[in-house]
Every structure is written in C-alpha cells, then in structure tokens.
C-alpha cells in the first residue's frame, strides 16, 4: 500500500505524540503519548481529575494543546472531521430546548449539509435509521425534556451514528444510565468494532472494562499503561492510577485476577 | 365604529401600532435565542450600554437625529458585548460578573453624557428622556422605516442560519465538532440582539428593554415542543404586548409606553408559567396530584394481594380497618377508585366487622402488572 508521505503514522486510527495541555497554568495533561489502533473499542480510565475528557476534548480540537500534536489515521483533526463521531457528555447540554428526538439526531447531518441547506428527506430518514439503531424509533417525536436520562444518552449515541465516522469519540456514555440502555449502548459499540470502526470510550466502571472493550489506556494526566486491555488491566497499572483508592478496587481485581497477591493493595 | 377609524387613520397611533409590531417581532425572535442560550441578561447589558452611544449620536449630530443616535447606540452596545466578551474569556470572570461589569461602566458613562446635554440646554434636548423609559408617541414615520429595515436584516439573518444557530444554541461544544465557526456565530447572534435593542429604545426605552427580550421568549417556551414554534410565538407574544402598551401610552396621559409593554408581556408570561399544558404550574399539579393517587391505589391493590397470598385464599376478604392500619392512612377512597375500575368489590363478612374487601381476578392481573413494572424500573 502506499502511502501519501504528507501522513503521520497513518496505520493508527489514533495517534497523540508529546501533548501537554494546561489550564491557567496547571498541567492536565503532561507530556502523553497516546497510539490506538483501528477497529478496537478502546477505554479511558482514570481517576476524576485524570484528563479524560480534556483528553478526548483536545483530539478533537476543543481545547488547544500546550505542546504535542494529535493525528487520527495519519491527518489532522481539521481535515478529518468527517470522519469523527462525537458523543458529549450527557450533562453538557440544557435537555429543556423546546425540540424533538428527531430533530437532535438530525443536527449530526449539519455538518456535511453546509450552509444555507436544510435537512430534508433523506437527512430525516437517516436519523430515522440511527434511532432505531438504538431502539428508540418510538419516540421520535418526542420531546427532548420529556426523555428519560439513558434515552437522552440513547439520542446523542444517535446523533453520532448518523455521522458514519470511522472514529468515535465517547464521554462517559454509560455514566448514570439504566441496565437497558447499556446493553443497548455497549451492543451497538461492538457491532461498529466489529465493522472495522475505533471506538473510544471515557469509561468510570472499572468492573466491566474487561467485558466490553479489548484496548485500555490508563491516564492520570501523565498515561500510566496503554494497550490490549488484557495485558493492561492489573492492580498494579491501577494503582497507578488510583492511588490510595486503590483499596475499593480490590474486589473489582480479585475477580479478574484471582492469583494477583492481595498485599499490593494495603493503604 | 367611527370613533374607532378615526384612532387608527390617526398618524401617531399608526406609527406606534407599525413601531410595537415592528419591536415586537425582532425582541420575540431574538430573545428566543438569547433565553435558551441562558442569556437572558444580555439584552439587560446591551440596552443600558445603548445610552452612552444615544447621547454621543446627539451630540456628533448636534440635534435629535435619529440615524446618528440609533448608529450610536447600536456601536456602543456592541462594543459592551465586545467588553464583555473579552472579560470573560481572558480573565476568570464569570458571564454573569461580566455582564454587569459591561452594564454598570456604559450606563454610568451614559448617564454622565446625558445631564452633561441637559446642562446646555440644547433647545432639542428634551427628546432624549424618553429613551430611558420609551415614549411610543415620539416615534416619527421616518424612524419606522429605519426600524423596518433592521427588523427585515434581523429576520433574514435568523432565517439564514437557522440551522447553525438552533445547533450553536443547543451544543455548542458539538457544533464546533461538526466544523461550524462557534465564536463567530455566537458573537452574531450577540449583535443582532443588539438590533432589537436599538429598535426598542423609543418604545421601550433602555431600562425595561431587557424584559423585552426575555418575557415575550419565556412565555412561548411555555407553550411550544418545538423552536420553529417558540420564535413564532415569542414573535406574537412581543407584538401584543408592544401594542397594547404603546396604545395605552399614546392615548394616555403621556405614560411613559416601557413600563406599560412591560407589564403587558408581564401577564402574558405569568398567564403562559400557571396554565401551560405539560409545563404550566398548574398543570403538572394536578399530573403530581394523579400520580400520588395511582400510588396509592397501587400500593393498596399490592398489599391486597399480598394478604390474599398470605392466606392462600384468592378470594381473602381483607378488613378495611386493616388496611387503614398498615397504610396510616384512610383507604376507603383508593379502595373506591379500584372499585369503580373493577379490581376490587366489597364483601360482607361478619355483620359485627366493618367493610371488607377483596381482590377480583382483574384485581390480581393488574397487581402482579405493578409488581412486573417496578422491577423492569424506571426506563
């Protein structure tokens, strides 16, 4: 394959070299290097504080870098932006805006509309499509404010869907949601891994890491241990991270990792 | 009847009815924008910072010329929103802490310019009062054309970039992802609030302006499920009541008309807040009044069924006094509701017992249904 020698490491969906990001002074993230391959659902874990949305918030070119530079499979962010989906926080955004479901998941589409053009038809049909995606076709039609903490997730997953990306970035998306709408949410992730898409995820639950995904990286402002989450996820990367809150997790281990000595984790 | 076309071929009254439509739409469809976007108060700062650039459009014009103080305080209000804006993003000032550091620095420095023009006693000066608290009477053909044309520059805006703003105001941080210049678009739907400001300053007059901009807004929120709806709304809402106060003003006793429109979108928002459908105060009273009264009759129905299991007997009559007991509460009226939907029917048991109840198959169906929904929860 050839490649076009203007990219930089093209072979990885993600690729996050020397970045520093700080905030009135205060590193929040110091001096990472970040590389995720393509097709793996990978998690974000780390203690509040960590960077984790700063992280995925500075890829995307919401906040600007101290020092470093960020390419998703081989270019820019800038010139990449079809082909990255983004599911915000759910808290991010007044849920009393007077619209629809509907009307929420089309705004995925107005980026590639342009200006002065309208959703029409085929823009309706399509979040149509991405809400059934993810069960909710139901309740198209209904209003944003009247919608349940996991559906408003559900919406925004939708809006994301409906960008067809080859990478998504996701911020806490099973944060405060029922079992219902995880299942949903962690099906439809795998089913775009397993169609050859990245998938990023700013995950809080260190219980079902293990479950859902096959990569991890482990941030607590400097990245503490990337890779297959197999290799990753051990007690000793997570205290780390964690710290003296090490402790709460020792069941969580245990059960990953029956044989790991328990002694590692005394205060 | 001909009093009523005498008032209306009247070309005061004519220029106020054109001037509050005019004010009506813009500070509607705007201040949508502005209250969604949580910015409320904006309006409040560009208003008060009007002042200032009123008084400077008199003095560099020598007499009430209406392009040069309108141009004035259309400059001025922006350049507060700029101050604003710069305030906050380069310092760790607040919105709010800005805002009113902007308001207080122009109104103050508008304040001065204006006594420093009554002080000359410029012959013409007596016109500028009435942009503190709006004299509809004052409004001249002239002015309305200018006014129509901001409003029609307004509108095209809006309509322009109906899709950016709706999503800049929504998710801003999700708009930007998609590409879309945020601060550009965010700073435009600044400035064209200072448009409606400008238009309202001989109606409403500086001080009151901001409720202009937010009453006629919050109001349409009330009663719409979507923005096409609340900007159309908020619209109608701003026109009724720019009329009704400027009608009352010009064919008073020289009310000043601000506080009068003001009053008038007043009613309206407190009308739109108490009997909204969905969202009115009273409406989602008596929705909280229902639930509560579901509640109970489900707990009721449960506890039923409970007994009935206790005893395995399906047909258990259960003692109403019983009942009250476990529930600290009356029954008698849950058990009448349950009753009239056929889920329970009264039984006589012993003829020295009080009344007695017990569940029908229906009673039990829909027993186990609440039992069935409480642990699939909330969805």
Redesign the interface.
């Known amino acids: 394959m050839t490649v076009p020698e203007n990219l930089h490491e093209p072979s990885l969906a993600v690729h996050v070299e020397d970045l520093t990001v700080s905030y ?1 002074g205060k590193p929040v993230l110091w001096d990472i290097d970040v590389d995720i391959p393509p097709g793996v659902m990978a998690a974000v874990v780390g203690p509040n504080g960590a960077g984790k949305s700063t992280l995925i ?1 500075t890829i ?3 906040v600007k870098p101290t020092a470093g530079h960020i390419t998703l499979h081989g270019a820019p962010y800038s010139s990449q ?1 079809k082909r ?1 989906g ?1 599911v ?1 926080q759910r808290s ?3 849920w009393d ?4 479901a509907l ?2 998941v089309t ?1 995925g589409l ?2 590639r ?1 342009g ?2 053009r ?2 029409g038809r085929a823009e309706r049909e399509r979040a149509l499509w991405a809400l059934g995606e993810v069960r909710m076709a139901d309740l198209a039609d209904r ?1 944003i404010s009247q919608l ?1 903490g ?2 408003q997730q559900r919406v925004f997953l939708a ?1 994301a869907l409906v960008q067809e990306a080859d990478v998504y970035f996701l911020d806490e998306p099973m944060a405060g949601v ?3 709408t995880e299942r949903t949410i962690v099906a439809l992730l795998h089913k775009l891994r397993d169609a050859g898409k990245t998938v990023i995820v700013v995950h809080h639950d260190l219980q079902t890491v293990q479950d859902y995904f096959d990569w991890m990286i482990i941030l607590n402002i400097r990245v503490l241990a990337q890779g297959p989450v197999g290799e990753i996820n051990t007690i000793g990367n997570l205290h780390k991270a964690y710290g003296s809150q090490i402790a709460l997790l020792d069941r969580v281990q245990q059960a990953a990792e029956p044989r790991e000595p328990v002694a590692e984790s005394a205060q | 009847m001909s009093g009523l076309l005498a008032f209306l071929g009247d070309h005061t009254i004519q220029n106020v009815v054109i001037g509050a439509t005019l004010l009506g739409i813009v500070s509607g469809v705007l201040g949508s924008f502005a209250v ?1 976007r ?1 910015q409320s108060l904006l309006g409040d700062t560009l208003a008060h910072a009007a002042l200032p650039g009123i008084c400077l459009g008199f003095i560099i014009a020598g007499a009430r010329q209406i392009e040069s103080i309108l141009a004035g305080a259309f400059v001025t209000a922006v350049l507060a929103a700029l101050v604003m804006l710069a305030l906050t993003r380069n310092s ?1 000032l607040k919105t709010d802490a800005g805002l009113g550091i902007a308001l207080s620095i122009f109104f103050a420095i508008g304040v001065v310019l204006l006594t420093y023009i009554q002080g000359t006693g410029n012959a013409s000066q007596g016109g500028l009062d009435a942009f503190l608290f709006g004299q509809a009477a004052a409004i001249l053909r002239s002015d309305l054309v200018i006014m129509g044309g901001i409003t029609l520059l307004s509108l095209a805006l809006v309509a ?5 703003f ?2 800049v ?3 801003p ?8 210049p945020v601060a550009l678009l965010e700073t435009l739907l600044t400035v064209i609030v200072a448009f409606a400001v400008v238009i309202g300053l001989q109606m409403v007059g500086v001080v009151l302006m901001a409720a202009m901009v937010i009453a006629p807004a919050v109001a349409a ?1 009330q009663w ?4 096409e ?2 900007v159309v709304l908020a619209a109608v809402f701003g026109v009724v009541s720019g009329l009704v106060g400027a009608l009352i003003s010009a064919t008073g006793r020289g009310l000043s008309t601000g506080p009068l429109v003001i009053l008038a979108a007043t009613v309206l928002v407190i009308v739109s807040i108490l009997f909204a459908p ?1 969202r009115g105060v009273i409406w989602e009273e008596i929705k909280r009044g229902r639930d509560r009264r579901e509640l109970g009759d489900n707990q009721v129905l449960t506890t039923l069924q409970g007994l009935a299991r206790h005893h395995d007997d399906p047909a258990y009559p259960v003692e109403q006094g019983m009942l009250d007991t476990y529930h600290g509460l009356a029954t008698r009226r849950a058990l009448t509701r349950l009753a009239r939907r056929g889920l329970v029917h009264p039984v006589r048991h012993m003829p020295d017992e009080g009344p007695h109840w017990e569940l029908t198959p229906a009673g039990h169906a829909a027993a186990r249904q609440v039992l069935v929904d409480i642990d699939a ?3």
């Open positions: 009135h918030k995307l070119g919401l932006r990255v983004y915000p991010s955004v007044d805006f007077p619209t629809t009307d929420i705004m107005y980026g509309l200006w002065f309208r959703p209003q349940s996991g559906q809006r029922d079992a219902t | 969604l949580q760790r322009g970039f109906w899709k950016e709706k999503l105001t929504f998710d941080v999700f708009a930007a992802t998609q590409g879309l929120r719409s499920r979507r923005l709806q609340m969905q929860g909330g969805r």
